[in-house]
């Protein structure tokens, strides 16, 4: 069993800068892929970006180039720093792990633009 735990999410105003946590915990060896998905209110839930062992990422196109995934590999954490964020963005954000053949989620963090 895997558990996953967010952090990090909260309010900020537009051009703000918010950094978000995924800790693994459990039978993680080896996480495949980290990733960082998120939903917005009556949206699908959309991919944000993502980071492979050999650190390949992948970000949404509306967000390069503002944020950044990295991981930890012996902490089992991913890291998601979001600069310049806008309304936009606000959203649940969920840290998903893959590991082996199964997909793992965390219970998601609010994260809110607004003045």
């Known amino acids: 069993q895997v558990q996953l735990v967010e952090s990090g999410g909260g309010l900020v105003q537009p051009g703000g800068s918010l950094r978000l946590s995924c800790a693994a915990s459990?039978?993680?060896?080896?996480?495949?892929?980290m990733a960082w998905y998120r939903q917005a209110p009556e949206k699908e839930r959309e991919l944000v970006a993502s980071?492979?062992?050999?650190?390949?990422?992948h970000f949404l196109d509306s967000v390069k180039g503002r944020f950044s995934i990295s991981r930890d590999d012996a902490e089992n954490t991913v890291y998601l720093q979001m600069d310049s964020l806008n309304s936009e963005d606000t959203a649940v954000y969920f840290c998903?792990?893959?590991?082996?053949?199964?997909?793992?989620w965390g219970q998601g963090t609010q994260v809110t633009v607004s003045t």
């Open positions: 980071i492979g062992r050999n650190r390949r990422t």
């Open positions: 459990g039978n993680t060896v080896p996480i495949t892929v």
């Open positions: 998903a792990c893959l590991i082996l053949n199964d997909v793992y």
